[in-house]
Every structure is written in structure tokens, then in C-alpha cells.
């Protein structure tokens, strides 16, 4: 009986101690540099890339499955930062930057369906059912992931106004 | 890099202390030699809410209401910010936008006031002996009459008096150089108001504790610098110092260098070293804030370039509107034909705006019209690497080497070498005999710099948002589980109920049976 429960223990204490020290060193780690992707991206899981949120993109960026460029609302900035890690060459040309645009609603064409604001990623778009929905202008981050739910197209896309504040003296045309 | 920075120390070292700026054609005169005229007031005003650095000021009146001259249009919010006052008697006609004394030809939310023709003052209280009041006191009454930097920066003049007496400062530096060409509004001011303007400053002295007021004159003014030291005679705190005309003499670094010797450091405010910097326009306006109760409802503009029929300072209404001024001035020769340029301030670094429909606001120092000879817009041709700029910059940089980098987009090259502490005053441009807007790259690069800041810090906001979303939704998640599981319970439990009420009520009637057997 005695010998029977102390080979049980012993046996039982030295596979945790190998499992304890296999998950030390043969632990799957996540990749640093994608993590450190993750954090540059803008983390509202849009899905406007085509991956499954910011952390599929970033995979994918970082194995070469898809251009750095991949991430629309980030724009140009977001691209020349993650090619600068990466050590990319990246093809602006295709990012077409026309500005920072974010969702609008006509308010007459509203049936407050709630369909759109059940997909914004940043809870951008307060209302009730059968209310009147609207956006809050701060919060929306130009994914465009609401427009297509809209069954009565009263969502779209419009460039966000330039202010005094915003405005950027535009750069002199080269010499 | 550190060869160039050496290279710029050496040169920066060598320069500061003698020959940086630039000396432009000043075109001063006539204009400032013309005695002020003073314009009736027009028949509408446009008030822009922000007419000062900071938040801009929240309406107190609404569309329709009269108000009195001098009565408070809308308050100041936040900590920078400044009031506004109707310039004029008359009615609030709207609340509406006007376009910006600004290159970018965008508006600003403005009230627009219909002046009845009265001109009556509402009801101000005055102060017999201001030097009985405490300094906060001062500063209150400066704040409430909404009284601004009046060289051009705007910067609200009683949060600076504050941050001074908070800072302890010792020195107070009165800018009377007026360094831009073509402008000669607070010549004339020091010319006409001598008196007033060294009460000002005596009440600013007091209001910051500053033991001493320096008072820098370009020497390109000998009439206003024999008047200021006239009415500064008698008060030993308050001295004149003609100092060498030379553009930017009146940017506040070089001043403060020039008339103390002490070199305000790089990423320092002047406060630093003990010192603040005031306009001599701005002690006038301070002297009849603390004095007469009076808020700022006007200032003296220079209206000049080679496009102005009669070049002179006009005293004007704030709100009063580009155009009505230079028609009131004696109007364009032949109608504007030749205008290569419209500019709101000084050549240098006032603002072009699109057209004359623009308001005068608190800052509006001169309304130029310059010919296409004046503006001098050649194409730009490559770098000759001449080295002209470099000399030139009063704060030591390389221009030649922060556009280079600017061109390719490297902004943060370009901070490396010092674009942050760039003034954009336009030296290098000037000097620069491939005619490259040089300026003009800084001034992007600093707007592009800014936006990236923000476009960063809304990253972080919708990282946050999202955050929160994925809580709420997990806290859904759960909440629903949870009440799922209690009905889930309940109805177990209400079940189990009814099946022992049952049990209860089929064993219930056997056992009266039986009972009833047992009769
Ligand atoms: S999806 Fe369209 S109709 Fe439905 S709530 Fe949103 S805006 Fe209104
Ligand atoms: S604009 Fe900037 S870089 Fe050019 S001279 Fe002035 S401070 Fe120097
Ligand atoms: S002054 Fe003009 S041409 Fe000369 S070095 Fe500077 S930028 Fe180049």
C-alpha cells in the first residue's frame, strides 16, 4: 500500500516537473515583431483589410501575405511606419489618401433599425430602436464597416471638414 | 550631424551676438509721418470668436438683441482665452461664419452687429487710483476687457501678467520695435500716446512685480523714441533703449538678448530667465482696461504697400472689414490693378489672405496691398548652397539643410536640426537668391508635425474605444448567460414545485379515500 502511494507521488511530481519545465522552454511564443504591429494599428478589428481584425493583419504583413499598405484607415502614415520596421519598400501610390473621411446619417432617411450600430467598432453610433440614429463625430474612425448594413442607405462617407485648427500650410511644389 | 551641429553652435555664436537678421527696405515712411485719421464706424461689424491664441470665446447675447459699446459679446473659456465686446451700440444681426484673417481662406464661427449710429458707451467702471489694487485685481480687469497681444501673436495679455507675477519676473520688456517693414502703427502710437502708453507700462510693472521696464526702440525711430523718453522722464523703472533696426529685432528672443545680454534658452520662455515681453500697443490697452473700465474695441492699423492711394495708420473698429478700410484710406490706385498680394499683419510674417472681405481683429497690425514688384515671386530654382540663409537666421538653424529634408518628408530630420525652435520669420526667404520658399516649408512641416500628433493621440482614443466595446460586449455576453441560467433555474425549480405540488395533490386524495375508507 505504502510502496503503491509513493511511486504514484513520486511519478505524479516528476512529470510536473518536466511539464513545468517543457512549458519554459518549449513555450510557442507570439511573434514580438507582430505584436509590436498590433500596436501601431488602429485596433478598431474593422475587417476592411480582409483578415479577421488588426492582429490577422498584422500576421500577415509580417509573413509577407499582405502589403503593408493593407490597412485602410490607417493610411499613409500607418504604412510608411510599418514599413520603416520592417525594412519594406512600400508603394504609396496605391493608398489613395484623399483625407480623413468619417460616417454620416441623413436623419430623414433613418428607420433606426440598429443594424449599423451593432457593427461599429468603436461605438461610434448612439440610438435606439426606432429612434434616430447618429454618429458621434470624435469617436468614428472612418472604417466604413457600418455603410454597407444600412438598408436604406442613409449612411455614407463624407471627407472630414478641414478648421482652422487642422488646416497644414500645403508643402511649396519642388524647386 | 555633430560636424553640422558644431558647425551651427560656431556660426549660431558667432552670429547671435552680431549680424543675424536682415535688413529690409522698411518702407515706413510715409505712412507713419501721416497723422492718424480715425474711421467713423461702418455700418456692420464682424466679430470672429476667436480673435486671440486659445479657446475661442462662447456668445452671450442672441440674434436680435441690442447691445451698448462696450458690452460683453461673448466670454471667455478655459484657461487662455479672452472675452469679446461690441465695438459699437446697435443690434446682433447673426451668429454665423466669416472668413479668417488666414492663408487658408477658411471661416470662423463670428457675430455680426449692426451698429445703430449711437455709438453709446454702456456703463463702465472706472478706477481713480489703480495702483491701490492688488495685482490680481489688475489682472482681472485686463482679463475682463478682453485686452490681447496687440504686436500680432494675441496671446491674452492677463494670463500672461499672471503667469509673470507667478514666475517672479524682474524684467519687463516692452517691445517697441516694430521690426516689420511697412508697419508703423505703434510708431505712431508712441508718437501720439507716449503718456498713456508709460502709465501702461507702470501698471504692468506693478501687476507682475517686475522691478524694471526696458523699453526697446529701433533706432529708425528717433520721433517716437525722443517721445517715449520724454514721458518716461520722471519714472526711473521705465527706460527707453533705442536698439539697431534689423529684422526680427522684435521677436522676443532677440529683444530680450539684445537689451538685457542674457540668451533665453532653446526650449525656455523668457519667463525662464526672469523676464516677459509686452507690446507697447498692449500697455496703451492695459492703461484703459485698468484705468476707464474700457475693453479692447479698437486698435490703430498701418494701410500701406505700393497699391494704397494714401498710405497711413487708421484707427479702426475691431470687426471693421479689410475692404471698408481701405476705402475709408483713400482706396487702391487704379482700382487694384497690378495687386500682386493681399497680406493681414507684416510682409514677413503676417498672413495673405484670399480677399478683402476680411475682418480686422485684435492682432490686425496692417493691411497691406503689395504690386507684384514688392512680392518679388520668382520661380524658385535649385539650392546653390550658398549659405545666405544660414547667416541670416536669427536663431542659429540651417534653413538650407531643414527644407532639404522637409522636400523628402524626413520631418524628423528636420526636427533634429532645429525646426522647433524655427520663429518663421522669414529671414532665410528673404535673403535667399534662389528665391526658395523657404518659410513656407517650415510652416508645413510644423502644420504636418501636428497633425501626425493628432492622428496619434486619436489612434490611442480608438484603441480605447474599442477596448471598452469589447467589455460591453463580453459583459452582455455574460449578463445574458447569467440570466439565462437563472431562468433556467427558476424554471427547474418551478417545475420541481409543480411536480411535488402534484405528487402532493394526487397522494392527497388517495389518503381522504382512505381516511374516508377508515370511517
Ligand atoms: S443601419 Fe441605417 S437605418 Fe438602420 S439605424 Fe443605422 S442609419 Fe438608421
Ligand atoms: S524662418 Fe526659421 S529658419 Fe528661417 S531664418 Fe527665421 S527662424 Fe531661421
Ligand atoms: S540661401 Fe537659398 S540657395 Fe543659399 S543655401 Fe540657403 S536655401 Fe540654398
Known sequence: MIAAVLSLTLLGAALGIILGIANKFLQVEGNPVVDELIAMMPGSNCGQCGFPGCSGAATAIVDGSAPPTCCPPGGKALAVAIAAKLGLAVDLSAIADDGPKIAVIAEELCIGCCRCSKVCPTDAILGAAKQIHNVFREACTGCSSCIEKCPTEALVMRPVPVTLQHWVMPKPLAA | MGF?????????????????????????????????????????????????????????????????????????????????????????????????????????????????????????TACADPFALTPADIGRRVAAAGVVGLGGAAFPSAVKLGGALRAEVTTLVINGGECEPYLSCDDRLMRDAAAGIVDGIRLMLHATGARVALV?????KPEAIAAMQAAAAEFAAVQVRPVPARYPMGSEKQLIQVLTGIEVPADGRPADIGVIVHNVATALAVRAAVREGKPLIS???????????????????????????????????????????????????????????????????????????????????????????VKACPMGLLPLEMSARIRNEAYGEAIDYGLKDCIACGCCAYVCPSKIPLVQYFVHAKGELAAQDRAKLRGEATKKLALQRQERLDREAREKAEAAAKRKAEREAAAAAKAAAEAAASAAPAAAATVGEGV
Open chain 2, 4 to 124: 553640422m551641429n558644431r558647425f551651427k553652435h560656431f556660426l549660431g555664436d558667432q552670429l547671435l551676438g552680431n549680424n543675424w537678421g536682415v535688413h529690409p527696405d522698411d518702407h515706413k515712411r510715409p505712412a507713419a509721418d501721416a497723422p492718424v485719421r480715425v474711421m467713423p464706424v461702418p455700418a456692420r461689424l464682424y466679430l470672429p470668436l476667436q480673435q486671440h491664441l486659445g479657446g475661442a470665446a462662447r456668445p452671450t447675447v442672441l440674434v436680435g438683441q441690442k447691445v451698448s459699446k462696450g458690452e460683453l459679446l461673448a466670454e471667455a473659456t478655459g484657461m487662455v482665452s479672452a472675452p469679446l465686446h461690441a465695438p459699437t451700440s446697435g443690434t446682433v444681426v447673426a451668429v454665423t461664419e466669416v472668413t479668417a484673417p488666414h492663408p487658408s481662406g477658411l471661416s470662423l464661427p463670428a457675430i455680426i452687429l449692426e451698429a445703430d449710429g449711437a455709438d453709446e458707451w454702456c456703463e463702465l
Open chain 2, 299 to 389: 486698435r490703430l492699423v498701418t494701410v500701406n504697400g505700393n497699391c494704397v492711394a494714401a498710405p497711413g495708420n487708421v484707427e479702426v473698429r475691431i470687426g471693421t472689414l479689410a475692404e471698408e478700410v481701405i476705402a475709408f484710406a483713400g482706396g487702391l490706385k487704379g482700382d487694384g490693378l497690378g495687386l500682386a498680394r493681399r497680406i493681414m499683419g507684416g510682409p514677413m510674417m503676417g498672413m495673405q489672405i484670399p480677399h478683402w472681405r476680411v475682418p480686422v481683429v485684435k492682432g490686425s497690425s496692417g493691411i497691406l496691398a503689395l504690386d507684384a514688384a514688392e512680392v518679388a515671386a520668382a520661380e524658385p530654382d535649385p539650392c546653390i548652397r550658398c549659405g545666405s540663409c
Open chain 2, 216 to 220: 526697446g526702440i529701433e533706432d529708425n
